[in-house]
């Protein structure tokens, strides 16, 4: 999520900027881009075959995936603002299998340097946030930090280092395939994030990697409407969720954490 960007609030820090109206946006309803304008102006990761993000930190792995995406946004009618958790929905829910759900291994990057003492302890107290309160377990497997890559298949998903991107981290949902499955951490993280600590932020990757979608994409007035692709697990939209951006019109002014609603909704989904 988040990047640092003109939006100014929180002391001059923002995350993000882009998910509400920038070039890896959702359209708003008024603009209407062709598919040619559409993909040019997406933003491509620089490796592993170019990653593309859209909604400010969420990776498709091809162009197709990004035809679905825009297919869905502009065919969407923007509207959808029932009713604190919305799941990543396709048909069906986009989440982890019963046993898949008690066994989310993960390494992280020696590559990290002398940052990755800052990473393995906030992994851990981030994980233990959901595994608090939903029937989730993550479980980091150090063993493959030396090698701690996006093909490494002794992990469910890697945790690695970037630098220079736009977003501050970025995750992925439950339906991407092995090579996608990467928590990447900018360097930015590292530095001031405001209200926000790097556990905040890391919450916020998690709550993509068990199926959660954006908070704000429940709500038109949001102005961070994304697509419909998504259910809500609760029936109050939250605007402080811990998947809601706060320049979005949320009222979450400190960190980003779990909150009442948050948890109902991941006990919906993970009983
Ligand atoms: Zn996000």
Redesign the pocket.
Known sequence: ?LKFRSVAMLAGLSLLGS?CGGPESAPESEVKPTWEEFKAQAYREPWEGGKIIV????ALESEEELAAYFHNVVESQLGKSQDGLAVYYIGGDIKWSATQKLNLTYCISNNFGTNKTKMVNAMASATAAWEATASVNFTYLSQYDASCTASQTGVLFDIRPVSGQSYVAR?FFPNSARSGRNVLVDSSAFGSLGAWTLTGVLR??LG?TLGFR?EHTRSTASGCYEDSQWRALTTTYDRSSV?HYPQCNGTQTGDLVLTTLDKQGARALYP
């Open positions: 999520m998910a909604n400010g930190d969420e995750a916020h990757e993509h954006h998947m």
